[in-house]
């Protein structure tokens, strides 16, 4: 299909604009902000690049292959109305256009302005587009006149953000340089959509609602062609994939949609439809501001009057542990209601300078929403998950893996009982048969993620009836048949313990009804194969929370004893780098444990083991270091191993090193008013793998939101000042949180996409997710200076000059106080308060003692100056032993 010549002559505005020909089909103009490429024909916008940012440009300009039918570019409108009265929605989109933008005069402010209604071939309204420098900055307006003689009803108004996230085909070098990440605030009036780029260096760009453009929905433009292979309306044609996830609509009206394609799905804001009267002229603008940094766009929404909105700790609200919400607007409040009604309680505190403030406490479990109506008529939806109390949730999350999700398996042919095996929230059931076979087969991020959320929730909240189920379960089948003694010292981790091979097991029963002939239904000899170094670490954190069950508390562990366990765990380090060369060279989800297992051999005396280990580790750390971006994984770009990159980074002293990967996660984890995108890091593809429903899509809360907490967390510790960090870490901490349902069923992720809108039936990788949290999960006590006194995982309450942090996160064994720079650890025992005195002296009460523990084992590490107990303490490990009780015991830390 040829696309027709629509060479249009551009009619600019005679300011201080420097205009120059690029070509015969595009011109370029010079605003204060941007260096803009406009085309000649369609008047849509080519480039953005912001002033002195090296010509980087935020629109996907360097893909020159874009061209034609179905293509978006950012200027296109889409619209989908019925004439009122009448049942059918007719969908138009100015992408799918093949004729001559008609162009009208421009002047003054005025950039550029055409008529596109030719473009929207038959569309009964007239529709015009003007670009506009007002106060310095770019607006993009579209004006809809109905001239029908008949009321119209605008079902759907979707202006396409068309910002270069496409990586496909360049290196992680260029990935960083070049590309940037697009993420949306529902917000309605107070919405809009942040562009950072990879690499984390500002500036940002922060697209605002000018007018009638409230963010209603964030709808996802696929790549679906017509049956004959020409561009199908509400589509773009760039190949979605790994590399490239897809542009969105800025959805101003979406009733149509919601009504028709996503019937059934609980969308994040009330959709809503325009009646356009006959006659009748509607207005829609959005405008584009520059923050200098991501961590400055809140300062950027305040200077460009718009409401800010700050939570703490963020958008998920335990029904035990109230969040404070902190509110900046140009606009006095008018009023705040809640949706669904009583599933939360605003209640107004004292205000904060110029930040109103409010307590916001969960009542009812799940989704939630504050509708905010300004008393200029503006309105702003802030969106809430509420849970159970944090340990209350992992205690139900262990319950339904030791319970529904054990398997015996006795006569299983693929020796995968007893085991917590992988579930099917939708159908009720194991997954005992999947065409992905890792899914059934106990390894994998999606088959081993079941029985390491398992094991990890023994870290912090040991249950003796669990462990021994899970030691069933190590000695039966993860030791001898999932993890193989390959050499002197090797031990290797299958790819899977399931797979599809009739010609091996030809008196099994394999469902007809699935399709075994991808690549995913790897054979016996295949899903043999111990060569996928991402398996390695869910077994090593399995031996190392097995050590240390076994170390700092009594009777729990019982088929080996410590030394064993970390021992195992060491062997396991050390084969992931002899037996999986090729994916070892990048950074591994969960590979913080590797640091910590190093550090525990060291604790031990264990030194020669310790030596191998750090110097395996090093050659990886030294590679990465002579990386400029070291971070991805098996994919071209990935948000999985930077933690790792970002431990070792650490460990070895590489401080310039550590700190670009922490600006990189900032690159695709922010912060802002709504639950599922709050410190969710970015993630696309994992659906494919550990999914029921399997589609690229923005998945909320999958594991790289508490993977990629664990650097943020430590970068916050070192620098208490930057609270960003702590808000951003904390928002995916808690995220995790909202993936288990109130029977403890723990799923994937949750579906971004608005005809789902729902967490995902298998529970997958999920033990990655876990593993995050119940390795970083603390709760923090905090001086801000605008804010004051806060808690992060915890309440905080004042008696004189004394503050008072008791935690109420899920393990409660640790505790960082972030005025003293003081970060508290217990390998046994809980804190239940924590009191900070005016002469800097830490109370700590502990819980009392259990049939498990009988001491406290606490570690100290102050950065803001020594202390030590007051009292004398023996030491065991590096750790402080405290004799616990019957009742709470009490320990005041003093400074040395």
Known sequence: MTMPCRFT?????????????VGAKAQTINTPQFTLTFSDDAQTLLAMKPKDAGGFDFLPS????RKGPGYYQLGDIDIRLRFVGEGGWQDFSSALATTKVKPLKAGGELLASSDISADLAGIPLEVRRDWLQQDGQLVLRFTLINHSGRDIELGGLGIPMVFDNIITGRTLDEAHEQASYAEPYMGRDGGYVQVARLNGKGPALLVLPKQNAGLENWRPLLDAKNADGSPKIYNDPTHRTHTFEGFYDWQVLSKGFSDTDWQGAKQWNDPTSRVLKAGETLQTALRFALSPSIRGIESTLQANQRPVAVGIPGYVVPTDMPAELFLNSPSPIAAITVSPQGALAITPAPAKGDWQHFKVAGKAWGRARLDIRYKDGSEQSIHYFVTDPMAKAVAKMGQFLYHQQWYEGKDDPFGRGPAVLGFDNEAGHLVLQEPRVWIAGLSDEGGAGPWLAAIMKELGQPDASEVAKFERFYTQVLDGRLQVKSGPEQYGVKKSLFYYDPKALPAFAYDKNVDWSTWASWNKKDAADVGRSYNYPHVAAAQWVLYRLARFHQGLVKAHDWHWY?????HTSMAMTELAPHYAQFGQMEGSVFVAILADLRSEGLNTEADRLEAAMKK???????????????MPWDSTGQEEVYAWMRHFGKTQQANETREVILGYDFTQPH????GSARRFWDFLYAGKYSRIERQLHHYGSTINALPLLDSYRQNPGDLYLLRVAYGGMMGGLTNIDQHGF??????SFPDMLRFDPYSGDYGTSFFGHAFGIGSYLVKDPRFGWLGFGGSVSEQGKAVTLTPKDAFQNRAYLAPQKLYLTLDAGRFRQLTLGQDGTVRLTLAPKDAHTANAMLSIEALGGAYRPKASLQKAEGRYVIPLGDGPTTVELVKD
């Open 746 to 751: 723990a799923s994937a992720a949750f579906h």
């Open 620 to 634: 990886r750390a030294e590679h990465w270091a002579s990386l400029k971006y070291p971070f991805g994984s098996e």
């Open 566 to 570: 970390l021992e195992q765990a060491y």
């Open 675 to 678: 639950w599922g995108y709050n």
């Open 9 to 21: 002559p551009f009619k600019l505005s005679l300011l201080a604009l420097a205009v120059a020909s």
């Open 62 to 65: 360097a893909h020159s292959d």
